[in-house]
């Protein structure tokens, strides 16, 4: 089974993906389609509020950001990373639960971006945005930074996300029964 979508002026087969016995989901990645990835990242940056930083967590969004920061000239962009890294120091730690990942997890900020980010705008991206755990521990890394978030961006907005009104993005991502149908 598979739902058809138009994003940025791209038509793309998503599969339904079970995640529990009640509750199947769209599956968006951008990894690897170069064209939608471009078409997104333009289309987000017609919509962006003013920022100095982009921030977005690993894994899915890392394509998106880097094609965001390239279209509008940045030579910067911030990744919270999944597991800290040998080279990362003074690491701002936070927990996440997602929709898509069956542990918790957690993300880490190296203490150099965390000092970029003080006192500085920055725009959280994300390439999807269900629950808005994800969301969150990015918020968290923002505020322990310093930082001040001037927004919150997604290519779609999945389930309740699509009602919130301090997100902007893209297309509603409808969430799906067993059948394939669209949960009412």
Known sequence: MVY??????????????????DLYIGAFVIFGDVELT?????????????YDY???????????????????????????????KLYMRDILEVKVHSITTAKEQRLYLDGNDAALMKGKKILIIDDVISTGESLHALEKLVEAAGGEIC???????????????????????????ADGTIKE
């Open 4 to 21: 058809r979508m138009k994003i940025a002026g791209v038509e793309r087969d998503l599969p339904i993906c079970k995640v529990n016995d």
């Open 38 to 50: 471009e078409k997104c990242a333009g289309a987000l940056l017609e919509k962006a509020p003013a």
């Open 54 to 84: 982009l921030l977005t967590a690993e894994a899915k969004g890392i394509p998106l950001i880097h094609e965001m920061a390239r279209q509008s000239g940045q030579n910067k962009y911030i990744l919270a990373r999944k597991a800290p």
């Open 151 to 177: 927004g919150r961006m997604a290519i779609l907005a999945e389930g309740d996300a699509q009602e919130r009104d301090d997100i902007i993005y893209l297309e509603k991502l409808p969430v799906f029964n």
